[in-house]
């Protein structure tokens, strides 16, 4: 099931990511300035923690580094095809997944928690 939603989004994001961005002049600048505001967050997806080393020696699951090297060919496509360019700054984010997070961490928990705090044992 998993395989079929995450085929689904790419699909999409991908068709949106590239009307917008080979579309007017508007959309292709507020693409582009998503993508310079967001970027620094993406290499973080592919940084080990501890789970992940454990759950790769365990043989249960992947190397990230694999798995950027494949997302980077395929983004990078995307891109393209969109007329966008990726930033040149190659600072990442990092410490997220080692649970050092910024103030911002709070409120979006927040937003997150709300329905199951409003409805308690909701289920969808």
Same mark, same amino acid.
């Given at each position: ?12 994001? =991908? +068709? ?5 961005? @080979?579309?007017? @002049?508007?959309?292709h ?7 310079? +505001?967001?970027? =620094?967050?993406?290499? +973080? &997806?592919?940084? &080990? ?8 020696a ?11 090297? +494949?997302w @980077? ?6 891109? =393209? ?15 997220g997944? =080692? ?5 911002? &961490?709070?409120?979006?928990?927040? @937003?997150?928690?709300? &329905? ?9």
């Open positions: 099931k998993s395989i079929k939603e995450i085929t689904y989004h790419k699909k999409w994001s =991908s +068709e949106w990511l590239i009307r917008l961005g @080979d579309g007017t @002049d508007v959309s600048a507020k693409m582009q300035a998503a993508i310079n +505001e967001l970027w =620094s967050f993406t290499g +973080e &997806m592919f940084e &080990m923690g501890k789970v992940d080393k454990d759950a790769l365990l043989g249960i699951g992947p190397d990230l580094s694999i798995l950027k090297k +494949e @980077d060919v395929i983004v990078s496509e995307i891109i =393209s095809r969109a007329t966008l360019t990726k930033p040149s700054n190659n600072w990442m984010q990092t410490g997944k =080692s649970g050092n997070h910024s103030e911002y &961490m709070g409120f979006l928990l927040s @937003d997150l928690q709300y &329905m199951q705090r409003a409805y308690p044992n909701l289920e969808w």
